[in-house]
């Protein structure tokens, strides 16, 4: 609850009020003792009540805990000619603690128009469909009121060794003194100790000595994992601000065989404002807390210290999380989790619960927990179990014992902070496709998930991952559909993906792609299928299985069709080839039974000659200069050079045994030169081909044609020797 954040004055029980002349000042007074009960008595008084009137009494009422009556008097303020924006927002929170969600909704909208760049106003748009989401994670919850609670205030629960710790402001019947505080007219705060499933109220016992329950204020607290350190809100009963107020210190005690140390001063305290409601990492050395501390978003924010050996940070504000209004009473779960209370979140009114991942320090999405946890009264300080199967918070709830009543809750699964895919598999007429097997996988090929989907086509998935995503589906009588996506760090809580399949139109092309050394299949090559005799092309990625399958629409049988086939993926050579092919059956056409869709590892030591089929690069008869036949086979390699800007290649120049040996090494340098030197003009980085002239000293098939009794051999057999190597010498 806020209030308790909220400075403790300095006038305690007992203190006498000075004596003022009329109703308003002795009203005003008491309102800023924090004395709301005897506020409310003389402010209620005055005939004729001002605006600030009107503010005190809603706010008074409202820490009472009579909504109603607050209701009342935020209406009124609005009404009146001294309204402001804020007052909009304000009565919109406590309809929102009536549960009057529509007039809610009314008195935000109000207040957007009058102040349309208060980004913190965006939270509340669509209340109403807001809640009925928030409604979804509720449903994972059961909630039960304990028969632990009092007629007063019971709240933080915490576990530690077996046991139920909570703060409460019951009457110890030990206690020869009770004081009681100002704002509510209870008991101070201090800690209470009872077993699990204690039966009644008077099972619970004070926890401790004097050192933890001291004579005002004390509690909540948290305990490390380890079960030999606390932390504790408690009073400051060394001094006072400057203003007279008593602020809450967040203290820190050990534990020895002798018991609980006296607790000290954590370092970054402050006579000036309060810091508490402690909540520790698994580790110990992350501890988030509530404080009112200047600087901040709201009235109550939530900061981070780190521990590095044994010194402590300066306080963080996690802004993430805080709004205008108050964040309170962290809990920090082990598996990663960080659960807080908030009224400046969207919700059903007063402090609500929200949950969130707590990754590296920082929280990373976070979500309202739902109804029947939160309520349209105050819902705060949860603690969860280790596996998240049961736990207990507090509520001001209708219903409860007293003002403030332990609850506990079990739940059907853990917390889930993951983005909702839904969509529907369709043909590509629009038609719903109910029965589609659905794959969800990751960038990496790792399954996420797999559906049916419903009757009405529909399917779904969660998940709590970012990056990128593929979505399979597959049907009888359709061809497979693949659809990606991205979902960003920041991407909505609900995403939308249609998948589509296409009917199988009787005929169609099947493509295998494969490693040409290998022979194994290669997934997510990029396939572009031009169809020649239309003009049209597609973009196809082929699957694990290093298939692409595709209908061939609007064709007959003795039809004829024609495709350009261009396959394209890193680290391979890429390849454009032509099918032509008469339709003289239905069925699948096995493209690459007929053609060669093998892809080339472009590995060092590659021919890239052999890789694309270079045709002979031929030149006339003891010239060297480049042919017009022979440029076109250059340019090949020019693309491909191009296409891999860090490729490095040899290029080697060979002649046939005729001739001299002198002759053919100086021949063959020359035409190297001049192919390169064509390359060169054309590339980036010319400097990454260079020609190597090797005449007829690499003789490929044992030709020999000096010396005497030599065979004659054939012109296919010289042809053989007289080639050009591009080799990859570096990629």
Known sequence: ?????????????????????????QGSQLYADYDYTASVRYLEAVDEKNDDDLRKLADSYDFLENYQKAEEYRAKVIQSSGKVARDYIEYARVLMKNGKYDLAEQQLKIYETLHPEDI?????????????????????????????????????PVIFEGKLFFTSTRSDKTKFVHRRWNGNKMP?????????????????????????????????MVFNHNGNELFITSSNYDSKATDGTRNFFLLTSTRTVNGWSEPVALPFNSKEYSIGHPALSTDGNTLIFASDMPGGKGGVDLYKVTRTNGI??????????????????????????????????????????????????TIKRFQNLGSPVNSAADDFSIWMDPAMTRGYFASNRTGGKGSDDLYSFTMAKPLSFGRTLTGLAKDEKGELLPGTKIVFKDNSGNLIGETIAAADGSYRF?????????????????????????????????LTKDIILEKDPGF???????????????????????????????????????????????????????????????????????????????????VSDELNLGMDKMDVGLDL???????????DLAKFNIRADAALELDKIVLIMNENPTMVVELGSHTDCRGTAAKNQELSQKRAMASADYIKKRIVNPDRIYGMGYGESKIINGCVCEGKNNPKYTEAQHQVNRRTEFVIVRM
């Open 1 to 25: 609850m806020r209030k308790l954040m909220i400075t403790i004055t300095a006038f305690l029980a007992g203190s006498a009020v000075i004596a003022q002349s009329g109703l308003q000042k």
């Open 120 to 156: 913190e106003i965006q939270r509340y748009q669509l209340l109403n469909e807001s809640l009925s989401k928030y409604s979804q994670y509720g449903d994972n919850f059961t909630v039960s009121n304990m028969a632990i609670n009092s007629d007063h205030q019971d709240f933080a």
């Open 188 to 220: 101070f705060l201090d800690m209470y100790v009872a077993d699990q499933n204690a039966g009644s109220a008077t099972a619970a016992e004070m926890y401790g000595d004097k050192k933890l329950n001291k004579k005002y204020h004390d509690g909540p």
């Open 312 to 361: 402590w940070s300066a306080p963080v504000n996690l802004e993430a999380i805080n709004t205008s209004g108050d964040e309170l009473f962290p809990f920090i779960h082990e598996g990663g989790v960080l659960i807080f209370a908030s009224n400046g979140h969207p919700g059903y009114g007063g402090l609500d619960l929200f949950a969130g991942q707590w990754k590296d320090n």
């Open 462 to 494: 969660e998940t709590e991952k970012s990056g990128d995503f593929t979505l399979a589906g597959s049907r009888t009588n359709y061809f497979d559909g693949k659809e990606t996506l991205k979902i960003a760090e920041d991407a909505p809580d609900a």
């Open 508 to 590: 169609a092309l099947l493509a295998v792609v494969t490693d040409k050394k290998s022979k194994t299949p290669i997934e997510g090559v990029k396939m572009i299928l031009t169809n020649n005799l239309t003009g049209m092309s597609e973009t196809i990625q082929t699957n694990e299985k290093g298939e692409v399958l595709r209908p061939i629409r609007d064709k007959k049988i003795n039809d004829r069709v024609s495709y350009n086939i261009r396959l394209e993926k890193n680290g391979y050579l890429s390849k454009t080839t032509t099918y032509n092919r008469l339709l003289d059956k239905e069925g699948k056409y096995v």
């Open 609 to 619: 000659a052999k890789a694309v089929d270079l045709k002979p690069i031929y030149f």
